[in-house]
């Protein structure tokens, strides 16, 4: 139709018009930015972790009176054995550090044993035989460690150790690049030479940047429950619940009084719910905000195109009297919107790639996919056009008789 | 007059009521999102000792050495201090007040038959914490410096734990066994939690429940009693010898320092210990690195606000903005539209003042209602807050200065909402107008 005529139209009302402008650009801008970081979020809350998440629980056992190192590791095995023996139960293990769980254990590794050769600190898993089955890890290359070479943590860390390693394979790709792992020996705990690859596991926690939270190493370490966890792997999901009650009264009624709590016995899986529980309340935040944005947006142009409509009742009138049909009406006030709504894009988009650059100095965020830019652009049109319908309808429906009365 | 302009806006008000709701719910709902953010953050970042908090420094050294890289992980190495250094800072007196303090996470065995076990958080500290921190006894009192010297195995109870070891009555003198230890009660403390718990340890819950137990640092250590926080070791880290190690940081030091010659003394003191600690050997970093905290500014170098919650309170400001840009736009038609009325009211000789005033009243209507209405989707945001698994959750409570703040808010952004309406309304010409119609 006739843009300059609605152009010249759109001047008269300067300011509310450089208003809507405005609410739909800065609109566009949070907006944008809001469903980038929700989809950061959700991309954290489903990385994945190497382990066969649905079907391990733990259980945390806490001892009360002070024993002998001897008695304790003795009663593990015992434990380990009643634990192993719950129907539904195909592997258990003891583990420094659960999956999701509040610690983090971390050594400085090397390739070279000078002092000052570059190091990077990278999580550390101890565990028994069992571990590997009990994560349900993947090996990508090499071996699982041999029964002769499980040790306790003394002689891990005692002079001159020379235990065996197996690394993630992102870990592996960082040390040796395009190589295979296997065989090449790190410095760890003494000289550590790696035995084998695993495909996936990560840390505990999120540490340190985004790469090194694929980086892990795993020692064969006996532990007892003093030092860590009770890993459990289950047969069938639906036995989790079952199993975790079973595993808390074996633990009670075996051995010395020991503090064993339902607080501290948990399924992995919501574990992994705990943990991410803040970035789905922030995503959750901020989904709302965006709804609230574009409604509070729909609402101004709704409020603002019914004052226009009625305002310009009698004009409208009068062009309807001189031979506009009602789709003329209709489409002057939607193609006005749509004058409107592309000035607010196009300074909304500015905004949103300013806003992120913003972001991403005080925020770890990457840039705005340029995708953002299209199907911003068109979300908005669209609500600008909904918005507008209402209240152009309305205009179209002024019967061309309203010329004739004054005012 | 005032009155006539109420009555005025009250009339122009309802005769476009989805308007006015929908214009009222858009500044409640910034108001509200604001102004829950805002609450969240002031309790957050609230003076912990109202009174007392000028007077209260923490002293940090810098021991480590020359090229040390510490793991992001476990924080700043140089936040705490090292076994020997607090000794020394102790030892020489040179502030009011000065206690050494850390963490601890100990198992208490009710002496009641069949009562469970249980862990209770604590502080391990030395005989000024008290009388510096000014924290309230309800019977007994602490220890004094010369059990710290003799390693005395006494406790401070606090209200809560007395009560659940012990019944409550004739507590001290009595016997609790903690962490394996018998410890005789001298005191118990009435129920006290500084918000944040500023003298803690910078993996410590900041917000979470306040110290149930205190017993002498000196104790501990001979015993070897849990500690939870960050050890920090740059030499030979052995679990058998770290807490008395020089290389190994863990302990939190405070001072009160009541006069601004005090605390420049006690900055002066804290390098030339350094400068004397890198003379014989063991400082390897500048003396000069050595600094002075005041209470609130080390409370702001520790950032205590996450960034998630930073970026929701931005986010709630951004949705403020936008709810005005919209009121300012509603109103801006409503006021142009009511030209005639206006040019009437013009023409009888009303002042461009008057037809100002009149407008102002109708967007301080809006304003009022807006901010009774962000007061309680504010509530509504707070208590919602509240049912987050946070340490800091259970605080978001509003107090009267953020409810005064809330209105004072909602007022001030309708009426800047309605200066730029209101000023353009009443410059329409009169004559025009009414020549139009």
Known sequence: ???????????????????????????????CNALFLIGTRLDRMHRPTGADEMHIVEVVVRSVAPGSAKAIMAQTRTDLAALRAIPGVTDVSVINQPLFGSSFSASGVSLSKADNAPTIHVTQYFGDAQLAGTLGLKLADGRWFRPDEFVSDEQLEGEGATVPVIITRALAEHFFPGKSAVGKVIYAFGTNRVVGVVDRLVQPRDYGSAESYEYAMIFPVNLSFAQGTYLLRVKDTSQRDPVIRDALRTLRTDGPLRLVSP??????????????????AMAWMLVGVCVLLLVVTAVGIVGLTSFWVAQRRRQIGIRRAIGATRGDILRYFQIENFLIATLGIALGMLLAYGLNLLLMQHYELGRLPGYYLPVGTLVLWTLGQLAVYGPALRASNVPPVVATRSA | MFGYYLDLARRSLRRTPVLTGLMVLAIGLGIGASMTMLTVLHVMTDDPMPGRSAQLYTPHLDPLPIGFKGMDIAGDAASNLTWPDAMALLKAHRAVRQAAMAGGDLLVRPSRTGAQPFYAD?????????????????RGQGWSAAEDDARAHVVVLSDTLSRKLLGGVDVVGRMVRLGGHDFRVVGVTADWQPSPMFYVDASARRYSDG????LPLSTAVDLKLDVNGNFNGWGEDHADTRMVSPTTTWLQFWVQLDTPAQVAGYRQFLIDYSAQQKALGRFQRPPTNAKLYGLMAWLAH????????????????????????NIVALLLAKFLRRSGEISVRRALGARRRDIFMQLGVESAVIGVAGGASGLLIAQLGLWSIRQRPDDYAHLAQMDVPMLLGTLALAIAASLLAGLLPAWRACRVMPALQLKAQ
């Not at chain 2, 604590?122 to 309800?138: H, L, Q, S």
């Not at chain 2, 520790?302 to 840009?325: K, S, T």
Request: hydrophobic residues 50%; proline residues 2%; charged residues 20%.
């Open chain 1, 1 to 31: 139709m006739h843009f300059r005529h609605i152009v010249h139209a759109l001047r008269h009302h300067r300011i509310a018009v450089s208003l809507l402008v405005l609410e739909i650009a800065f609109s566009c801008a949070v907006v």
């Open chain 1, 263 to 280: 607080r501290d016995a948990t399924t992995l899986q919501a574990a992994r719910a705990k943990y991410y529980r803040n970035d789905r």
């Open chain 2, 122 to 138: 604590g502080r391990y500290t030395t005989a000024d914490f008290f009388a510096m921190f000014g924290v309230p006894f309800e």
């Open chain 2, 211 to 214: 110290d149930k137990f205190f």
């Open chain 2, 302 to 325: 520790e950032n205590l606000v996450p960034n998630d919650l930073r970026l929701q309170l931005w986010l709630a400001l951004g949705f403020l903005f936008v709810c005005m840009l």
